[in-house]
């Protein structure tokens, strides 16, 4: 039949149009004219005035502002203002949520009613359902015999019951309040009954961040003894909020741990800070092992980035704490065995940039006092570099200053100033070059003592004057091929520069780590600071060759030595320089595709070849099985007993077992005279929709002070919208 639109300006109006046995449109507004007009699509349309009923049937829908309701059969009710739907009801709200039952009874613009048989889906994918509900002002709804979910239902059997859900005698979503609170619930796990408790709460699906408490902390292990805790959330505003968690612990007293963080305009703010009270500590170098403390101890790590103009930018990292073995002991994370806490601002040119730092250091090396480490406060430096001159070359200007103080035997002060120009260009037979020459200038003043290997207290003031010149050669052949190009390209360097130039009175502080390896090869100055130059001539040779395939990956590799026209060397003993003729050093790299990496790394002795250091790592499979291992070792320093061998391994399997589970094995190992085991895991997880399970067996070979070796077990529940419950370290 013809559709029919009809524009009802007043309820009476109906009258005229009698029932329509049509597809009919109308949009009518509310009895007492305040409320915006409501849209009426349906196959059928009629009006009974006597009773003040408008029934619309077949595929009805109404529509007001953003609401959408949808019936088979919907009436309105002009004397009581109540609109009652009937079959496949569903109704759609503002905040994305829809409403599906077999009855619903509305009053006040959808904002109160009664609804039969109700299902709700929730604008986060999560369902409730329930046997009636009760909608009080729109914003909240009362269900009666309820369950929530977040899971999905079995494609396979939808009658399954979801991985977990809450049965509760009601079940209350406050829009308003933004909170879904639950009476006598009961917690189920593929339909088994887990946990009861008469009264639960949560945020409502669409917040992302609120104020409650978290999962409780329950464990064991064998430093602390039996520990409990119950994290609180606190949400400070929009832009910043703080975690509190404490734990109590019988062997390791209480830890008050919080986490502050905050976001400006400009950059960020996050913070960790903890204090134990009560804790027995033992100091690693004491020989009676009984002899503890019972010290305030703590840590604080600190992370922040500033933009403060458009050129400048201010930050912080830092990590401290109390003691050595505090952050081991509480499980707190840190990645080497020196704290680093550094203070900065820089600056960004177009082709320049600055940089002003302070930094702190911690030793955690139980061989070590911690206190003995200095503090640089501050170190500053400048690099500007000049676009190309005429000939192709190109400036650039170095300038450092450095204030070391607190270090025991030694307060030091440097000035250093340098420029580089380089000068790169083609050779008549393809080859390539680069051309360098530099000058720097460093000013010390230092006030040293014995403590620090000086023969006398005193105050040492030198300074030097470097020049440094350089050549570097390349010259690659290139066999291209339509599945495989080859290359073979040997390299050359030659640097002079005045013997010498590292007099007694200038301490080293910023060059003492130094291992000879592939990556210093070519390098004009080979030493990582400025305390120490690479003075002397010198040439270096090697040769670098790849295959190159654009489907199957490449292999590459260099191999290479250094040759030294003087006999006397800048470099600490058993570094792969101590003679003329260095150690070889090279590498190898092999990626045919996705399913294999492979590196290797080696320094042989120059003399006799005999192997001083040995790297190597493969890594291979697919992503859903990959493997990997990893062994160095490092031989004994001719001349230098006290330096011993070192070995070894680390492996690691990580496996994707199904879509939901995962599994991951690493061990590491020393392999030395009486191997021990450092640390061994295995991992095993299930993530899904709206769950994930971690299951964690460490052990852990690393025992010091009143750090002790041992086995943990870590077993972690993660329910969507419901937060977190953590079960950890249980010694075994």
């Given at each position: 039949?013809?559709?029919?639109?009809?524009?009802?300006?007043?309820?009476?109006?109906?009258?005229?149009?009698?029932?329509?046995?049509?597809?009919?449109?109308?949009?009518?507004?509310?009895?007492?004219?305040?409320?915006?007009?409501?849209?009426?699509?349906?196959?059928?349309?009629?009006?009974?005035?006597?009773?003040?009923?408008?029934?619309?049937?077949?595929?009805?829908?109404?529509?007001?502002?953003?609401?959408?309701?949808?019936?088979?059969?919907?009436?309105?009710?002009?004397r009581t203002d109540t609109v009652t739907a009937a079959g496949h009801v569903s109704l759609t709200e503002p905040s994305g949520d829809v409403v599906f039952a077999e009855f619903m009874e509305l009053h006040d613009n959808f904002r109160d009613g009664f609804i039969k048989d109700v299902r709700l889906l929730l604008s986060d994918?999560?369902?409730?359902?329930?046997?009636?509900?009760?909608?009080?002002?729109?914003?909240?709804?009362?269900?009666?015999?309820?369950?929530?979910?977040?899971?999905?239902?079995?494609?396979?059997?939808?009658?399954?019951?979801?991985?977990?859900?809450?049965?509760?005698?009601?079940?209350?979503?406050?829009?308003?309040?933004?909170?879904?609170?639950?009476?006598?619930?009961v917690m189920e796990v593929e339909g088994i009954p887990v946990f009861y408790t008469p009264y639960l709460s949560h945020p409502d699906p669409s917040v992302k961040r609120a104020s409650g408490i978290l999962g409780p902390v329950v464990g064991n292990d064998t430093s602390n003894g039996f520990r409990f805790g119950i994290p609180y959330f606190q949400t400070l505003g929009v832009?910043?909020?703080?975690?509190?968690r404490p734990v109590f612990t019988t062997d390791g007293g209480t830890v008050l741990d919080g986490q502050y963080r905050q976001r400006f305009g400009n950059g960020y703010l996050s913070t960790d800070t903890s204090v134990t009270v009560g804790s027995n500590t033992t100091n690693p170098r004491v020989?009676?092992?009984?002899?503890?403390?019972?010290?305030?101890?703590?840590?604080?790590?600190?992370?922040?980035?500033?933009?403060?103009?458009?050129?400048?930018?201010?930050?912080?990292?830092?990590?401290?704490?109390?003691?050595?073995?505090?952050?081991?002991?509480?499980?707190?994370?840190?990645?080497?065995?020196f704290l680093t806490d550094h203070l900065y601002a820089e600056n960004f040119g177009a082709t320049s940039y600055g940089n002003i730092s302070g930094y702190a250091y911690q030793n955690l090396n139980p061989a070590f006092n911690m206190s003995r480490e200095p503090v640089v406060l501050p170190v500053a430096s400048y690099t500007l570099t000049t676009p190309t001159d005429a000939v192709g070359g190109r400036w650039q200007f170095t300038t450092n200053a450095m204030n070391l103080m607190g270090h025991t035997g030694l307060d030091e002060r440097r000035l250093s100033a340098g420029t580089e120009w380089r000068l790169p260009f083609n050779g008549p037979a393809g080859d390539r070059y680069q051309f360098s020459a530099s000058l720097r200038g460093d000013a010390y003043d230092a006030d040293v003592s014995p403590e620090a290997g000086f023969p006398q207290k005193a105050t040492n003031v030198g300074g030097r004057v470097f020049p440094q010149l350089g050549l570097v050669w390349h010259y690659p052949w290139i066999r291209p091929g339509d599945k495989v190009t080859a290359l073979i390209e040997p390299i050359a360097a030659g640097f002079a520069a005045p013997v010498g130039g590292n007099p007694i009175k200038i301490p080293n502080e910023d060059a003492q780590s130094f291992e000879f390896d592939d990556a210093h090869l070519f390098r004009a100055n080979r030493f990582p600071g400025l305390d120490r130059v690479d003075g002397g001539q010198r040439v270096d040779y090697g040769l670098h060759a790849g295959i190159y395939n654009p489907n199957a990956g490449s292999t590459q590799v260099l191999v290479g030595e250094s040759y030294r026209f003087q006999s006397q060397t800048p470099f600490p003993q058993g570094a792969g320089l101590d003679h003329r003729r260095s150690d070889v050093v090279g590498r190898v790299v092999v990626s045919p595709g996705s399913y294999l990496d492979l590196f290797y790394r080696a320094r042989l002795d120059g003399q006799d070849l005999a192997m001083r250091r040995q790297e190597v790592g493969?890594?291979?499979?697919?992503?859903?099985?990959?493997?990997?291992?990893?062994?160095?070792?490092?031989?004994?320093?001719?001349?230098?007993?006290?330096?011993?061998?070192?070995?070894?391994?680390?492996?690691?399997?990580?496996?994707?077992?199904?879509?939901?589970?995962?599994?991951?094995?690493?061990?590491?190992?020393?392999?030395?005279?009486?191997?021990?085991?450092?640390?061994?895991?295995?991992?095993?997880?299930?993530?899904?929709?709206?769950?994930?399970?971690?299951?964690?067996?460490?052990?852990?070979?690393?025992?010091?002070?009143?750090?002790?070796?041992?086995?943990?077990?870590?077993?972690?529940?993660?329910?969507?919208?419901?937060g977190d419950v953590s079960v950890e370290p249980f010694g075994l």
């Open positions: 039949m013809r559709r029919a639109q009809i524009l009802l300006v007043a309820a009476g109006l109906a009258v005229a149009l009698a029932p329509q046995h049509a597809h009919a449109e109308a949009a009518t507004p509310a009895p007492n004219g305040s409320s915006p007009p409501v849209l009426v699509t349906a196959d059928e349309l009629q009006y009974d005035q006597d009773l003040g009923l408008t029934v619309a049937k077949g595929h009805v829908e109404l529509s007001q502002r953003d609401q959408t309701l949808l019936a088979d059969t919907v009436t309105y009710n002009q994918r999560s369902r409730m359902a329930g046997n009636t509900a009760r909608r009080v002002a729109g914003t909240r709804t009362e269900l009666r015999r309820a369950v929530y979910s977040p899971c999905e239902l079995c494609a396979a059997d939808p009658t399954r019951p979801p991985v977990w859900q809450i049965k509760a005698e009601k079940i209350v979503d406050d829009k308003q309040l933004l909170i879904v609170e639950y009476r006598d619930a832009d910043k909020d703080f975690l509190f020989v009676d092992v009984n002899a503890t403390t019972h010290d305030v101890r703590g840590h604080i790590i600190a992370n922040s980035v500033l933009d403060l103009t458009d050129r400048w930018r201010g930050g912080l990292n830092a990590t401290a704490t109390t003691d050595q073995t505090y952050l081991a002991r509480y499980h707190f994370p840190y990645t080497t065995n493969i890594s291979s499979g697919p992503a859903n099985l990959r493997g990997s291992v990893s062994y160095i070792a490092t031989s004994t320093i001719p001349g230098s007993p006290s330096v011993l061998p070192a070995r070894q391994v680390s492996t690691s399997v990580t496996a994707q077992l199904t879509p939901s589970w995962a599994a991951q094995v690493s061990h590491t190992q020393n392999l030395n005279n009486g191997a021990t085991s450092l640390n061994s895991t295995l991992q095993i997880s299930y993530l899904d929709d709206c769950t994930a399970v971690t299951a964690t067996i460490q052990r852990s070979g690393i025992a010091f002070g009143d750090l002790r070796s041992g086995t943990s077990f870590v077993l972690t529940f993660v329910f969507r919208n419901l």
